[in-house]
């Protein structure tokens, strides 16, 4: 047994270079581990990993991106129904607001028409209340099954278009 480990310990010492081999050698093993360059493959990581840590780094010291946020387009009210009080909804108590599809969700949180802004979505307050010889403000108000709501006109325009909405909000 101890002759097979010899002839292992000499292998592995055959196979160390000396201080006198050259750099390249292909017989030892100095020689098979040094590589010429590296392939463009790995340059291209270590170029893309580099530069996403200073990206980052830069990014770090930048102040922190803030989104808009959504808020609501205050605007003027008709404390009555602004002349639409013979359109079908009114006379009979069946509507909250006449005119376009209407939802809370329209509303910001103060109660008028929610304005905001994206890649391919804006809505905002328009100024269409009001018929006849009543000028045009942003809003009525108008009373359903006893509860006070506010009717606030505005557009959401998106890639497709743009379409007419009214937030409803109660107790205004």
Known sequence: ??????????????DVPS???????TKTRRGMLTSTAPSRRTMLKGVG????????NVLSVLPPFK?????????S?????????????????SKLCVGGT???SYCGADGWFKRSSGTCYNSYAVVACGTGSYGKKNAWRWT???????CADGNVATCGGTYFYICSWSNP
């Open 144 to 150: 359903h099954s006893g509860t006070p709501y506010r």
């Open 19 to 25: 201080v006198d081999d050259e750099p390249g050698d």
């Open 1 to 14: 047994m101890s002759h097979e480990t010899n002839i292992d310990t000499d292998r592995y010492w055959a």
């Open 102 to 104: 209407y939802s809370r």
């Open 49 to 56: 990993v580099l530069g996403g840590a200073l990206a980052l």
């Open 77 to 93: 009210e008709w404390l009555h129904c602004a002349g639409y009080n013979n359109w079908s909804g009114y006379d009979n108590n």
């Open 67 to 75: 989104t808009r946020e959504a808020n609501a387009a205050v605007g």
